[in-house]
């Protein structure tokens, strides 16, 4: 496919065929294929495209006509959970990935990313540790970071990508702007996603999947939990191939090759051993065929 190689982000999820519904892990195309999503939207979709009780809050909200932004009390609900996630904290509500931005701007002198990505296995920055004013990703099922705790932290959870928790340290919360104001409806379905995860048994928040394991003791691809993260793909033109190359497999990878490959919690034995196969060996580049 000519001009791959320079593609990312939008551009590569151009290449995917229109999707048309999303069940589970899996994504159905519009030309009749089943993909199985290793994006998960960054995480946001990490306990699948229809978790429990997600559809009903919205039914629910939606009947009282809540589609406008204004105060409710889903915001105080919303905030509590996010204290059972991460006690002794404080937290803010901003609109998206701009909305994040524009309140680390306005708090002044905070650093304002790319935010270390831990199932990446970033090193710190240049100088050593963590700069005191250093935001850093949280991601489910990492266990907790080590070291001394970082003041900013901005968790990827399964949340509608429109609403982006900030969680800081109570030293810094006087510098940032009060939380932004959502619908009600969406506040009720981030409620909902983060109550699947704090509800989610101990013995679910572990993957085993010793087919993929395996594979993996002579892959490029790094496992940390669930994520994978093959650091050799990392930049230029390395990454848009495969991309590709699992996109006609059957398989979703992340659109940047700075975002971690999500490994589904639902995988038939079939999907398991297929993507074991793609993921296995110590090849740099896919095979010759990937980009056509």
């Keep these: 496919m000519e001009g791959i190689r ?3 982000g939008d551009g590569l999820l151009r290449l995917a065929p229109p999707i048309r519904r999303a069940r589970d892990f899996h994504l159905y195309t519009q030309d009749g294929r089943r993909l ?9 979709a990490v306990l699948g495209h229809t978790p429990a009780g997600v559809l009903r809050e919205l039914k629910n909200t939606a009947n009282r006509g809540l589609f406008t932004s204004l105060p409710s009390p889903w915001e105080g609900r919303l905030i509590k959970a996010l ?3 991460f006690p002794s904290r404080a937290f803010r509500l901003y609109a998206g990935a701009s909305g994040l ?8 002198g905070l650093y304002s990313g790319p935010f270390p990505d831990p199932a990446l296995q970033s090193p710190p920055p240049p100088g050593g540790a963590l700069d005191e004013n250093q935001a850093v990703i949280w991601r489910p099922f990492l266990g907790p970071l080590k070291g001394r705790p970082p003041p900013l932290l901005v968790p990827r959870l399964p949340m509608p990508p429109q609403v982006q928790a900030l969680v800081l340290d109570p030293s810094l919360e006087a510098r940032f702007p009060p939380s932004a104001l959502f619908p009600p409806v969406l506040l009720a379905a981030a409620l ?4 699947n995860l704090l509800a989610l048994p101990l013995e679910q928040r ?7 394991n395996r594979a993996l003791s002579q892959s490029i691809w790094r496992r940390r ?4 993260y093959a650091p050799a793909l990392s930049g230029g033109g390395a990454y848009a191939p495969w991309w590709n190359y699992f996109l006609q497999a059957g398989f979703l990878l992340p659109p940047h090759p700075q975002q971690p490959l999500i490994i589904p919690r639902i995988l038939s034995a079939g999907e398991e051993a297929k993507l074991a196969a793609l993921l296995g060996g110590g090849m740099e580049t896919p095979p010759a065929d990937a980009a056509e």
């Design 206 to 212: 572990t993957l085993p999947f010793p087919r993929i």
């Design 6 to 8: 320079e593609l990312t």
């Design 225 to 228: 939990s669930v994520y994978l």
């Design 101 to 108: 931005q524009e309140a680390l701007a306005a708090a002044g």
């Design 36 to 44: 199985v999503d290793l994006w998960q939207d960054d995480g946001r």
């Design 83 to 85: 204290g059972s996630l």
């Design 192 to 195: 909902r996603g983060l109550c």
